[in-house]
């Protein structure tokens, strides 16, 4: 029986960053959460009102994604997902995040959608929400944005609209205190985009409806109580406390509240718009199950972990390769000549794995280093497999993790010239004695390629392997009948017949 699975969790927002890591068990129960923290950084500072992440931020940001890694590493995190929302999708200067996250810290950021993160509360509400009567709404109120889920016998009609309350504290100035009249500038403002989504919701039964985030986790905490192991808080709680928390200063809110600084900053405008959805709706009480997106990453993990242990040798080589091709893409790499020799490494591989007996999951890494063992050419021709190591270590390649990762920088760097060298070669150094073996291994199959198409024509349509104790004989099958000197399609040989311990010979057919 297979043992417990370690996976983890990221939700960027738009106020704070958060991380967690759970375990799965092999007999499908709920994930269980092992560890996890916040990180008070706002993306959502300047995104706002300029229209893109502020330098430092992404800085500090960058630094809370090395903790991350850490401790995914510390865990031995096997799965993972990392989501970010409004306030980067809303950013011209994403990119700059992005990349630097996963070249510094080494973890894939996805921006997702106003809709998808809709649905993923959604599916974190209604997971916790098994053994009690279905919600009828749903609300996420975070920094950027507010997600609402309304259900309609059995259809849910979602959005996401742009009530944040880093947005709203922002744009409108409100991080101190909040007069009268700019409580009913947030009040008509969420008015206004409530109707838009729903216009002719007035007398329906919310019942029951469901908050999600930090700030309603607060209210339910200082107003409300708690019924059969479910939070809750009474709009009507919430809108005779707003009075105090509107006249309160930052420094107050935290010492009567006892709340971390970033929460008393935002807190008056989250009232104002719980308060306001509250009352549009008709709603008298909010559930706080106190889940998050983060909760809806580790249930579809945990849930698609038999189809990922099934699928892995197939789905994940297929994205593998496709997000290298599309890293060759990025830098203006042709590959033509790359996916001949990737097609002749599977080939030779597949044939030989009597005599390599290399794992089977090490093909895609074969691949994907035939795919992009030139893309150093992009930089210049000489020393392109310098460049070209460089380029896959440190390029975002989605999907290429250590020791993976590594290999194909290897096989990159060594698919011409020296042959590896623990000296010479930082990353072949840093391998231990079995990694040193299977790289040795793929370097002979994909140096062979390579020489099997050595004029770049693509002109060799098959291969097929035979072998005995001393030989391994190419029948090789030629699309046209222009000569062919069979000394160059082997001259890049004398690796795999090391490894093999059989001299390489070939024929040729037309």
Known sequence: MLGPTRIGAIDAGSNALRVVVAEVASDGAAPRTLEGYRVPVRLGHNAFTVGALDIHTIDEAVVAFRGFRQLLDQHGVQHYRAVTTSAVRSSRNRDILLHRIYAEAGIELEVITGEEEARLIRKAVRNAFRSRPAPAAMFDLGGGSLEINIRNVSRWTAASLPIGTVRLAETLGLYGTIGEDEARMVHRYVTTLLHVFSPNRHGEAFEPTVACGGNAERFAKMLGGEEGGMPYVDVAAIEKALPQILSADVPTRMHRWNVRKDRAEVMGVAGLVLATCGHELGIDRIWVPGVGLRDALLYEIGATLPERREQASSSQAKALLTAARMFAARVGHDTTHGEQVRRLARSLFDQLSDLHGLPLELRVVLEAAA??????????????????????????????????REMVATLVRTHRKSPPNPRKHELYAGFDDEQRDQVRAMLGILRLADALDTDHRQRVRHVVVTSDKNTIDLAITLGDRDPVDTDVMLRKAEILEAELGRQVTCQITR
């Open 371 to 404: 795919l992009l063992h030139d893309i150093g050419e992009v930089i210049h021709t000489r020393s392109h497999h310098k460049h070209g190591e460089y380029m896959v270590r440190w390029g975002r390649i989605h999907g290429l993790e250590s020791p993976a």
